[in-house]
């Protein structure tokens, strides 16, 4: 299984970024999909994730401002990111947990800046 991420880079505060996430070699329709951040000197946290039934979670501090959604024709994950703000800076991953192993796509870095 190989995740793709693209799509981050340097935004203002209350700019917005959508993250692309295409996964190879996973039967993707069945799968949940997440999104993770790391910033600086933090733990990985989860931002969002979308089930198979396209049922979606997110974390507090992006509700209302974060949406995820999934094209199971592209095999892609998305996150749609508005009214960023500083604290949203990290390096975002997205995941799949399937036959017991996690994986992990390689890191886009979201910097939120004036």
């Known amino acids: 299984v190989q995740l793709q991420a693209s799509g981050g880079g340097l935004v203002q505060p209350g700019g917005s970024l959508r993250l692309s996430c295409k996964a190879i070699?996973?039967?993707?329709?069945?799968?949940?999909m997440d999104w993770y951040r790391q910033a600086p000197g933090k733990q990985r946290e989860l931002v969002a994730n979308i089930t198979s039934g396209g049922g979606t979670n997110y974390a507090d501090s992006v509700k209302g401002r974060f949406a995820i959604t999934r094209d199971n024709a592209k095999r892609t994950v998305y996150l749609q990111m508005n009214s960023l703000k500083p604290e949203d800076t990290a390096v975002y991953y997205c995941?799949?947990?399937?036959?017991?192993?996690?994986?992990w796509g390689q890191g886009t870095l979201v910097t939120v800046s004036s």
């Open positions: 995941h799949l947990f399937e036959r017991a192993i996690d994986f």
């Open positions: 070699g996973t039967a993707f329709k069945f799968s949940t």
